[in-house]
Structure formats: C-alpha cells, structure tokens
C-alpha cells in the first residue's frame, strides 16, 4: 500500500467564484464597520460639542487621507447594505440556482460601487 502525501493547499492560488468573494467581502466590510463604529461615534460628539471643535472636525476632515478612508467606509457601507438584500432575497428563495447566485453577485458590485461613486463624488 502507497500513501500519496498529504497535499497542502496555497491559498494564493485557490481562485473563489463571485458569490465567494462577495461573500467575503461582506464579513470583511461588516467588521470594519463594526471596528470604525467608536471613531465615527466620537467624531460625531466631537462635532456636537462646540464651534471650536465642530471648525477643527472640519478642518480636519478637508484632508485627502481622511477623505479616502472615510470613502473606504462608505463603500464598505453600501457593499455591507446591497449585499445584505442579497442575502435575503436568496433566504427568500428569489435567488435560486448558480446562474442567479453569480448574476446577483455581480450586481452587489456593480451597485456599491456605483452608489459609492456618486455618494463620494457628492462628498468630495
């Protein structure tokens, strides 16, 4: 009896369909909204407890690295939103089979990308 060694997976090179990838995209963008939570709640006070501190937000917030995090987080927002109505048009069984899976995935992109873009540009 030969025993072929145990094969090792590299996980580069395993290559996910779309609903996959949308998938883990979801969990990623869910986390990181739950992390960014604190910081975005304390802008939010920062920016109710006076003029001073509201103009300072303001100034600080003019920044392109705040802004290109901040379109991060929105992005991850609309991805985490249209993804979630995915999610629940497949538990409603309106999606049903791979072809609509991939379909639907597709489209999670397509629109948190382009709401992404408008928002943004509006932002900007």
Known sequence: MIRKPPKFLTLTQIRLPLP????ILHRVSGAALFLALPLLLWLLQQSLRSIET???LGDLLASWP???VLL??????LLHLSAGVRYLLVD????????QARQS???????????TFFFGAQLW
């Open 20 to 23: 996959g990838v949308v998938s």
């Open 54 to 56: 509201f103009t300072l």
């Open 66 to 68: 705040v802004k290109l």
């Open 72 to 77: 991060g987080l929105l992005w991850g927002f």
């Open 92 to 99: 409603a069984r309106w999606i049903s089979g791979l072809a």
């Open 105 to 115: 995935s597709g489209w999670v992109l397509v629109v948190s990308l382009s709401l």
